[in-house]
Structure formats: C-alpha cells, structure tokens
C-alpha cells in the first residue's frame, strides 16, 4: 500500500514538515477569519451609513416645519362690523366677517394696491386662518370691539417658504409662486418689523387643514393614543391568557398543535390582510363607525396578537421547571403555581413583546388604510368612537400633498414619530434589565 505521505526533505523530519504544513493551513484560516471580520464590519458601516443618510435627510427637511412665519397686524375691530346691533351675544359675535377686517387692514398698510388681481395677491400673503383667530380674541373679551387690536396671525405657506429659503426670488416670475409685486410688500413688512419666525404651536395644536401653515398632527396624535389604547386593553391580556394556556395547560395533540402553526403563520401575514378582515368583519358585518380608533385598535389587536403570544409563551419557557415542580411540591394546584410563581417571573419578557408588538401596531398604514381612517378630519378627536386619522396616516397624506410647505411637516411627522417608537423599544429595553431573572 503507497504511504500517502511524501518522504521528508533533507534535514527535516517527518513531523517538522507536518506541523509546517499545519502552520500554512492555519494562516489561510486566519487570513479567512480576517476578511470574514472585515466584511462584517464593511456591512456594519454601510448599514450605519444609510441610516446616518436617511436620518439626516428627514431632520435637515423636517425642523424648519417647528418654526412658523407670523405677521403682525394691527386690526380695527369695527363695531358695525362685528356687531352692528351692539347686542354682544356670542351667536353674533362669532359669525361676523373677521376677515373683512383682515382684508381692510391690509389694504390700509397698502394703499397703492388698487387692482382687483393686486388685492387679491396682497390678501394671500396671511393665512386664511387669521380671521379665526382675531374672532377667538373677540369671543374671550368683548370689550376689545371697538379697539385697534395688535396681533400676530400665521402668514401664508408660500410666504412662509420664502423666508425660510425653500423658494427662489430669483428667475422667471411666471415660474415663482411668489410674485413681484408680492415680493415688494414681504420686503417692506420685513424691513417694518412685522415678519418673524416663532416656534410653531399650532403644528402641536391643531388638527389636519387644506392650509399648510394651519395643519397640526393634533388630531392624527390622538387618533393614535386612543387607537393603541384600545389595542393594549385588547391584545395583552388576551395574548397573556392565550400564551399561558397554550404553554401550561393546553393538550398536546393535533388541534394544538394545528393553533401553534396558525398563529406563526400569522405573524407572518401582510398586515393589510388584517385591514381587508377588519373592512369586510367590523365595519360591514357589525357596521361600527367607520375610521374610528375603535375599528382601528380591533384591526392591530388581530395583527399584534400573535406576536404577543409568541413571546409570551418562549418568556414562559424561559422560568426554569424546578420552580413549577417546588411549588406542586408544598401543595400549591397547577393554577395557583402558575398565577404565583411562574407568570411573576414571565411577565417582563410578556411585557417586553407586547411593547415590541405595540411598537409595530404605532407604524402600521395599510390595514388603517383599509378601514376608512385614510379621510380628512380636521376635528381632533375626543374618544374611541369620533371619526380620526393616526399619524403613518397622516404622514402618508401630507406625503400626496403638492404644496412645499408639507414637505416639511411630512419630514417633522416623520421624526415625532420616530421619537416614538425609539421611546417605546427603549421601555421594553429598560423592562428586561430591571425584572430579568438570570439563572
């Protein structure tokens, strides 16, 4: 039989040549672990590098929407004008055309404007919101009719992009939103000290509006709360409960076994599956309102479910056998080892995945979409059952909008929300580390 091993070289044993033979196989391992490390750390930084990219495109596109350009009016609350029959009830007051007196103001700053198109050019430089708010200034305080009242009202959105440097002064006027002649009146508002930027409340405040510079994710915010509101009433106790059948009492037979699969299944089904099941169980088989946060909660307790079972069920797995059979041992009944001893120790990382599982449910769009809560509502909601958006819906909204002004709210939406779900995977985060038992 032929020795597979060659004859050793003059002046070199047998095992010299082996182990050097060993040594260049060790270096090729190494030199392989080496570029294996390297491209690690090569996905590493490209992946950390389009975040950094993405990041900072939304913020250098979103912070400009927390200021807002305001313009200082100085309005004469004409008596015939509000309320001509001096009666002061809140029925007259709060139907009299405030934005007449907008109008005349402006046109008394501006005397040489004449022309019907220049007037109407001239009035679009304040928002069309600055008649409501002279109006809730009057219906606080009466007495002010008859006074000059001095007040800063949202100038318009194009006014508002102009100053903040997303419109051009210069190039065609027929290619500009903002004209010439308009130009000459921002400039000499400007140089009169009644332009300025200030923190913008009302992007905090207000619900959606046509207007940019009005629009406010108020309305999309609380649509949201109440929605995951009644998604956590639903999906955490129910997915607790299911969990801890599934794990501590359930059969092991072909019907469980059948539950186990269909519910990994549904954690990987297309969310806008759920949104088809809501439109087609809730809303047209037992006619709830449409685009309510209740529908709205019903749609992603189905879609968070089984995300909140599944973790629920391995943090039960997790509680080492010895506390179970300790406490059958000193007489406790299956339910009262479970409901004392072993669900204690499971509930942080039960209230881990339901965090995960809610942080999902805050950015889903599509079964939202399904449902109706992709219309316009400018009211903000007051409960489970009021017509409201959430805010990926909003955010997808603003996003179809042409005006450039929502460029800016689409980009500032974008990062609340973000803010958001960083804070809630930082509570799940904080959660483990506080209550995880290590054995």
């Known amino acids: 039989m032929t020795n597979p091993t060659s004859p050793a070289a003059p002046g070199q044993s047998r095992g010299e040549r082996n182990f050097a033979r060993v040594q260049a196989g060790m270096k090729k391992r190494r030199a392989a672990e080496t570029r294996f490390r390297l491209y690690g750390m090569i996905a590493v930084g490209l992946g950390l590098s389009f975040l950094l990219v993405l990041m900072f495109s939304i913020v250098s596109k979103g ?195 059948l539950i186990e699969v269909n519910i990994n299944n549904l954690a990987a089904v297309p969310s806008i599956v759920f949104g088809l099941l809501g439109l087609a169980v809730f809303i047209n088989f037992f006619e709830l309102p449409r685009s309510a946060p209740l529908v709205g909660g019903l749609v992603l307790t189905l879609m968070t479910l089984p995300t909140i079972i599944i973790a629920g069920r391995a943090a039960l797995k997790s509680v080492p056998p010895s506390i179970r059979e300790a406490a059958l041992g000193i007489g406790a009944s299956p339910m009262q080892a479970m409901l004392y001893h072993v669900l204690p120790l499971a509930l942080p990382g039960m209230l881990t995945g339901t965090i995960i599982g809610m942080a999902q449910a805050l950015g889903e769009t599509a079964p939202l979409l399904m449902i109706g809560m992709v219309a316009f509502i400018a009211d903000v909601p007051q409960g489970i059952f009021d017509p409201s958006t959430a805010l990926p819906v909003q955010i997808y909204l603003w996003a179809d909008s042409p005006e450039r002004a929502y460029v800016e709210r689409t980009s500032a939406a974008i990062m609340i929300l973000l803010a958001f779900l960083a804070l809630m995977n930082t509570v799940a985060v904080l959660l483990r580390k506080r209550f995880e038992q290590r054995w």
């Open 63 to 257: 912070y400009s929407a927390f200021l807002q350009t305001y313009v200082r009016l100085d309005v004469p609350l004409l008596e015939e004008v509000i309320d001509p029959e001096q009666t002061r009830q809140l029925d007259t007051l709060r139907s009299a055309d405030y934005g007449a007196l907008v109008k005349q103001n402006l046109r008394d700053m501006f005397p040489e404007v004449t022309g019907r198109r220049d007037k109407f050019a001239l009035y679009n430089l304040v928002s069309n919101g600055a008649g409501f708010d002279i109006r809730d200034r009057v219906l606080a305080n009466p007495d002010l009719i008859g006074t000059t009242l001095s007040i800063w009202v949202a100038a318009d959105d194009d006014v508002d992009m102009l100053l903040k440097g997303h419109i051009e002064r210069t190039g065609p006027e027929a290619d500009r939103r903002i004209k010439d002649n308009q130009l000459a009146w921002i400039d000499k508002l400007n140089a009169e000290g009644r332009l300025e930027k200030r923190f913008n409340v009302a992007f905090f405040s207000n619900g959606d509006s046509r207007d940019p510079e009005l629009s406010g994710i108020r309305g999309a915010l609380m649509g949201t709360i109440f929605t995951l509101i009644v998604t956590l009433s639903l999906s955490f106790p129910l997915g607790v409960a299911a969990a801890v059948y599934l794990e501590e009492f359930a059969p092991k037979n072909r019907w469980t076994d």
